[in-house]
């Protein structure tokens, strides 16, 4: 799940670091499940218009950034069993193609890249709005 406000729909956008969180929910042992989120990464948003069409998206995610709170289990995370960071230290997404509906739902289709192997996957997504932000004045 990716989570952001979206500033400079028209231009080059990139995230803003204290609004924008990379995170995540799986399945733990068939029982419970765990959150966590990724705190190293770079978004950038290329928009030509307001359309979406030829709007591209590329998310650069350092691996070790790994959190979900519980230190040991991050760093088994981190471990050749799950991530293996210090072979693959970044994972990537590059959109190919963006579907929004009237309700302001919509889908990112896209390449991700992880482990060195890159899966066609689709994102769900919902646009919240833009509007004048209150510190930089700009529309987001």
Sequence with gaps: ????????????????????????EVKHAGLSFVSGYFSDFDISVRQANDDYKNTHILAEVQT???STGVV?????????DFFNVEVFPLMTFKSTKIKMEKTRKGKIYGD?????????????????????????????
């Design 72 to 80: 040991a289990r991050d760093n088994h995370l981190r471990s050749p």
């Design 112 to 140: 991700l890249t992880l482990h060195g192997v890159t899966q066609r996957i689709e994102l769900e997504v919902l646009l919240i709005g833009k509007r004048k932000s209150p510190v930089s004045k700009k529309t987001q």
């Design 64 to 66: 070790t950034s790994i």
């Design 1 to 24: 799940m990716i989570t952001t406000n979206l500033s400079a729909l028209a231009a080059i956008w990139k995230d803003d670091p204290d609004h924008t969180r990379i995170g995540f």
